[in-house]
Structure formats: C-alpha cells, structure tokens
C-alpha cells in the first residue's frame, strides 16, 4: 500500500515533523491535531511541516495528502505541444488519487468492521438487557400477583376481625342483659352469674382472638405493604431496564446507521479504486496471445511493436505505429474475445518527447497547414519571430549554408556583415551580369549597409569578371595603393593623361608623366624616348639618362650608324660620355668629352677581333696572344705567352 500520511504524537517541544509522501502541490498537503484539521504550520522545507506553536503531549498528529481532484493538473488542446512533465503531472494526479482512495477505502472498511463490531456488541448488550428486561418484568409481575394474594389474605384477616369484634359485641351485650337480670332476680343472678362467667371466659377468649387475628391482620398489612413496596421497586427496576434497553437499542441503530455509512464510504471507495482501473502488463504480442483473459480485464502491452495492425487488437488510433518504447493500453472484451485499444503512452518519455530545455528530433518535425514557428523574444509576449510558408505550388527545400552568421531575410536592411561574409564572396557567388538595386538574386542592395563589406569579406581566391561590376571599369577611376596584377593591361583613351598609359595613335602605345608623353612604342615596334615619332629602335633623339649606378641592358640595341653618339649619358661630374657601334669597323668605340657638355672624344676601342684598343683606333700587328695595344710600345713588354705577366711602366 503507498504511503499517502504520517502519524506522530506531540510531545509540546517539537515543531519540526517531517514527511515522507510524494506530493504535486503544497496545498495538497493537509494537516490534522485530534482529527481537526489545522492550517497553524509553514514548510520548513519540501518535506519537513513546521508547527507555529508546538502541539502538545499525547496530542495526535497527522500529515497527509489530500490531491485537487476538481481540475487536471494540465489540460491539452488540438495541436498544442505535448510535454512530457504535463503527462506525468496528469498520471501523478491519477496515481495519488487512486492511492489516496485505496487508503482512505481500506480506511473505511476498518471503520466500517470497527463500528460493525460495536454494533454487534451493542445489539447483545441490548438482547441482554432486553433478556433481563422480560425477566424483571416477569418478577414484577409475580410480586403483584404475590402482593394481590397478600392483600387479598389481609382483607380476609380483616373480615374475620371484624366478625370476631361484632361477635364480641354481641357478647358484651348479652352480658349486660344478663347482669341486668342478676340484677332483678339472686337466684337467676347467680345463674346469671355463672352463665356470665362462663360468658365471660368466651368473651375473653373472643377477645384473645380478635387480638390475635388484629396481630395477624396486622401482620398481613405489613406484609402486604411490604410486597406492595417490592412491587412498586420491582416497576422502577423493570421501566429501568426497558431505558435502558431503549437507549441502547438506539445506540444500536446508531451503530447500524454509521455502519451502513462506512459500507457505503468504503463502497464508494471501492467503486472510486475500481475506476482508476489496474493494468496488467504484458510484454510483447505473443505473451498478449498466450493469455486467457476474462470480460473486462486490463492490460498494458509494453512492447507494442506490430500492435497497430495485429487481428488480436481492435480500435488503434490511425496512423498510431507500435514500438518497443511504447505501451498499449488495453481492455478485454467478450464476446467478441477481442482487446480494445484505449491509450498509450511512452515507456521512457524524457527519450520520447522534447524537453522544455530542448532535445533531439531524430525524425521529420512537421508543422501543420495552420501552425507556425514561433521563437520568443527577450521579452515575453512583447515581440516574436514567426516563421510561416505561405502553401507552395510543389516540394521545396530550404537548405542553410555551412556558414556562421545570421539569416537574413528580402526585407531586412544592413545586416549582411563582414563578420558574416568573412572572405566567402567569389566570381561563383555572383548572379547576373550586374548586382544593381532591381537584382533578384539572394543578397540585394537594400540588404547590405553601406561601409559594411571590407577586404577580408572578399574571397582570396576570388575571380571577379569586370562585366559583374556596374559600373564597369570603362567609365569609372580604378585606384589602388597596392599591386595591380593582371593577364593584360589595355588602355583605349587616347588623351595624355597627367600620369599614365594611354594610345596616342592607333596600335600604339605611350607612357606620360606631368602631362606629358615620355616614351611611346609606335606600331612598327620602335620605341622613342623624348619623341613621339623613332626612326629605329630607339629613334634618333638624345637619350639622357640620370642614373645614380651602373646602366645594364640586356639583348641586342639598334642605334643609329653615327659617330654623333649612339648612346650618350652625362655623369654626374658633366662629362659627357657615350658608346656605341663604329661603323663598317664592326667594332664598338668609348668616347667621353671634356665636359660642360662639349662634343667627346673616342678613348678606348675592341676592335672587331675583340682586341681592347686605348688611346687609338688601330694596332699594329702583333702576335696573336696580345689582346692590350695601348698608345705606344714603350711603356709596356709583353710576350707571345699568355702566361707572361703584363708590366705596365718602364722596363
């Protein structure tokens, strides 16, 4: 039996009693002193009642659970939530409920055997005195009978001593008549006298008599007095005892009464503990079709698997499907010897149902035509946000990006971030020949607040066509403070910009610095520095050149066959200098001037067998291992040997 209360007994110090029932609310927790109840007491804590005052010594205390039984702790509506804490709230209630009649039905029928006991003890205390009644009367009865006899034998008493007292009397008057003739006559006087004393010893006698039959009358009045005092104590004792039998036959049928009270609470209980209805389980469909039930009893198939299309059941709600965490409430019926379906419910519903702090969905989560998603704000009930389909013309599916961020939607405004496009913009991700304000693609102009999308929010590897760019780059200035890198570089404008790239003319191409052009390539492939207009590779102007190091220059240079000087630079000491090829010597001359920029002279040569000429144009002839011939023969001696060292001075 669960233990729905807990009894102690005061002691008049202790406040502190505790409790060891499961409960749905506090206000289902009752408290009783001598079986009144009492609300002077506050929760020391979920199971521990604390008196405001402490209950006395020998006082009866009881802590018990009385549940709501008026309203269901939750109430389910069409196509609201089901949680699993409102299911066990609901089927705790039906469990305490059932446990609180059971107890309170054997409660009952203890009472009811209690007062039937009484009842009966009374009904044989009331037989007894009803026994002793009949008997009292029945003494009664024979003490006035035992009291008439007296009386009557008084009577007769008194009869004969009024007899004997008229017979006295007539005596005495016979010996007054007989004194009366002494009187008159001696001789008949002493007969007289003798006639009177014999009278007189009659009348003695007489005397005696009526003395002795007063004394008995006398006697026989007391008696009867007596007897008449007995029967009326006798009449006492037997109105006593039918009180008394009529208090308790009253008694009795006030036992009765609460005994049919107690039968019927304990009836009602019964009937009450019969309706919460205990079920059998069973393990799976096979150990269902092993039984052999009878008409009306319970059962719960824990294991439900197949249930839902099984010809032993009748009645499954459509669509329902058995599974092994799932139980089928079930009643027998016979005829027709079939199990009607009445319920189920999870065997483990924190698996089966979502939790109020969320949980896993391992299958489809469908929202109905009518229903919504619904996700509350910080505030409740102030502002949501409702995710509603309005009803599709086929299958869609909305698949979310493998992305980081926030969902934004056509009508919101700047809250596509950097930190969330974080580099993932490419050529690939761009749709139609143009992002403009009337695109329809996923992210719009009205969507992205200006300022918002930074370098980092563009892809690394992004290929971005110009033609996805509007404007495109032929209307508009492209500037940069980095590296412009690209396959080709092809300027169209033909105006001299202030610094730049531009075509002068057609198929050419020049380069200008502070609006002016500096060097163009024309479209015979000939390259003018400080002209517009080469006559050979690099035209026929002068090159001037302020280098601040060594001039390199890599493959073959065409210049003009003159002495002028085909590639004349001014140093930094104004000395004017320059190389080029000799012509029809096929050698190349160094030439330097004498500086202010007055016309130069030739210095050094290699002549056209690579031999390295100073200070002349010609060598004399030599053997063919000397390759130095400077001005004169007498400042240096040298041998046909490769291997003799060069002495430059006097020898």
């Given at each position: 039996m669960a233990i729905t209360s807990n009894s102690y007994t005061g002691n008049g110090s202790t406040t502190l009693y505790s409790f060891t029932f499961p409960y749905l609310d506090q206000s289902d927790v009752k408290v009783s002193l001598n079986g009144s109840p009492t609300t002077a007491y506050t929760f020391a804590n979920a199971t521990t009642i604390q008196f405001n005052t402490a209950p006395g010594a020998g006082v009866a205390i009881r802590i018990y659970r009385e549940t709501d039984d008026s309203t269901l702790q939750a109430v389910f509506s069409p196509g609201s939530s089901i949680r699993a804490s409102d299911l066990n709230s609901d089927f705790d209630q039906l469990l305490y409920l059932g446990q609180e009649s059971s107890n309170t039905a054997s409660s009952a029928t203890s009472t009811a055997n209690t007062a039937l006991t009484?009842?009966?003890?009374?009904?044989?205390?009331?037989?007894?005195?009803?026994?002793?009644?009949?008997?009292?009367?029945?003494?009664?009865?024979?003490?006035?009978?035992?009291?008439?006899?007296?009386?009557?034998?008084?009577?007769?008493?008194?009869?004969?001593?009024?007899?004997?007292?008229?017979?006295?009397?007539?005596?005495v008057t016979t010996a007054n008549a007989a004194s009366s003739a002494a009187s008159t006559a001696v001789s008949t006087a002493?007969?007289?006298?003798?006639?009177?004393?014999?009278?007189?010893?009659?009348?003695?006698?007489?005397?005696?008599?009526?003395?002795?039959?007063?004394?008995?009358?006398?006697?026989?009045?007391?008696?009867?007095?007596?007897?008449?005092?007995?029967?009326?104590?006798?009449?006492?004792?037997?109105?006593?005892?039918?009180?008394?039998?009529?208090?308790?036959?009253?008694?009795?049928?006030?036992?009765?009464?609460?005994?049919?009270?107690?039968?019927?609470?304990?009836?009602?209980?019964?009937?009450?503990?019969?309706?919460?209805?205990?079920?059998?389980?069973?393990?799976?469909?096979?150990?269902?079709a092993a039984l052999t039930p009878t008409n009306g009893d319970y059962f719960e198939l824990t294991d439900s698997t197949g249930a839902e299309s099984s010809a032993l059941i009748t009645g499954v709600t459509v669509g329902l499907v058995g599974a092994p965490g799932l139980t089928f409430r079930l009643r027998y019926d016979a005829p027709p010897g079939i199990f009607t379906f009445l319920g189920y419910f999870a065997n483990d519903s924190e698996t089966r149902y979502l939790k109020l702090q969320g949980g896993t969905v391992t299958g489809n989560l469908e929202i109905g035509t009518t229903g919504s998603l619904t996700f509350e704000g910080s505030t409740a009930n102030a502002f949501e946000t409702t995710v509603a389909v309005v009803d599709p013309t086929a299958d869609r599916t909305i698949t979310l990006p493998n992305v980081t961020g926030t969902v934004v939607t056509t009508g919101d405004t700047g809250s596509v971030t950097n930190t969330m496009l974080a580099g993932s913009i490419d050529k690939a991700k761009v749709t139609g020949t143009a992002i403009t304000a009337a695109d329809t693609g996923t992210v719009t102009s009205t969507m992205i607040l200006d300022g918002t999308i930074v370098n980092a929010d563009v892809n690394a590897s992004a290929a971005i066509d110009g033609t996805k760019i509007s404007p495109n780059f032929g209307s508009q200035n492209v500037v940069t403070t980095g590296t412009s890198s690209a396959a080709a570089l092809i300027p169209t404008g033909s105006s001299v910009p202030t610094n730049g790239t531009y075509l002068p003319a057609a198929n050419a191409v020049a380069i200008a610095t502070n609006s002016t052009e500096r060097l163009r390539i024309d479209s015979s492939g000939r390259v003018g520095i400080g002209t517009a207009t080469p006559a050979a590779g690099f035209g026929t102007g002068v090159v001037s050149l302020d280098v601040n190091g060594p001039l390199f220059a890599r493959g073959p240079i065409a210049a003009s066959q003159t002495n002028a000087g085909v590639f004349q630079y001014t140093a930094n000491d104004t000395t004017i200098r320059s190389y080029g090829a000799t012509a029809g010597t096929g050698a190349i001359a160094f030439n330097t001037g004498g500086g202010g920029g007055s016309a130069d002279t030739e210095r050094a040569r290699i002549d056209s067998s690579g031999r390295l000429l100073v200070g002349t144009s010609s060598a004399p002839s030599f053997t063919s291992g000397v390759r130095l011939v400077p001005n004169g023969t007498s400042e240096f001696l040298t041998s046909g040997n490769n291997n003799t060292p060069l002495r430059v001075g006097s020898v």
């Open positions: 009484t009842a009966n003890t009374a009904l044989s205390t009331s037989n007894t005195a009803l026994s002793n009644s009949s008997t009292a009367v029945s003494t009664a009865n024979s003490a006035v009978s035992t009291a008439n006899a007296a009386n009557a034998s008084a009577a007769a008493a008194v009869s004969t001593a009024n007899t004997a007292s008229s017979n006295a009397s007539a005596a002493n007969a007289a006298t003798s006639t009177a004393n014999t009278a007189l010893s009659n009348s003695t006698t007489a005397i005696s008599t009526a003395n002795t039959a007063s004394t008995n009358a006398s006697n026989a009045v007391t008696t009867a007095n007596t007897a008449s005092s007995n029967a009326t104590t006798a009449v006492a004792t037997a109105n006593a005892a039918t009180t008394t039998a009529n208090n308790a036959l009253s008694t009795a049928n006030t036992a009765l009464s609460n005994s049919a009270t107690a039968i019927s609470t304990a009836n009602s209980a019964i009937a009450a503990v019969a309706s919460a209805v205990i079920y059998t389980p069973v393990a799976n469909l096979t150990a269902l």
